[in-house]
Nanobody, 128 residues
């Protein structure tokens, strides 16, 4: 089993930056693809960003492209989400997700059903 724990959320003003971290433990880093998803009140959980095991391949939702950057440090069993130029519409609970088996292509990385490990979430609130 793999446990994922997110940290770094908070209440910030629009325009500032935050960096979320996701620390993996247990049979870590037995994860291939890693992703970030978010869920705003009253909305479905949505894809934000994903990264391959090597870090070479990354995917982003159009809404965050150019503002958010996903990265990973396999030596530290940690995945990061650097969020710049935050907007009120980025307000949500952010979830880290991991997949143990190989993932290929955009369709695999970007859907929540591809992931078998999930963190408990961290709240990000952006005020205008």
């Amino acid at each position: 089993q793999v446990q994922l724990v997110e940290s770094g959320g908070g209440l910030v003003q629009a325009g500032v930056s935050l960096r979320l971290s996701c620390a993996a433990s247990g049979r870590a880093f037995n994860t291939n693809a890693m992703g970030w998803f978010r869920q705003a009140p009253g909305k479905e959980r949505e894809f934000v960003a994903a990264i391959s095991w090597s870090g070479v391949t990354t995917y982003y939702a159009d809404s965050v492209k150019g503002r958010f950057t996903i990265s990973r440090d396999n030596a530290k069993n940690t995945v990061y989400l650097q969020m710049n130029s935050l907007k009120p519409e980025d307000t949500a609970v952010y979830y880290c997700a991991g997949r143990s088996s190989y993932c290929s292509g955009y369709g695999c990385y970007t859907i929540s059903q591809s992931y078998n490990y999930w963190g408990q979430g961290t709240q990000v609130t952006v005020s205008s």
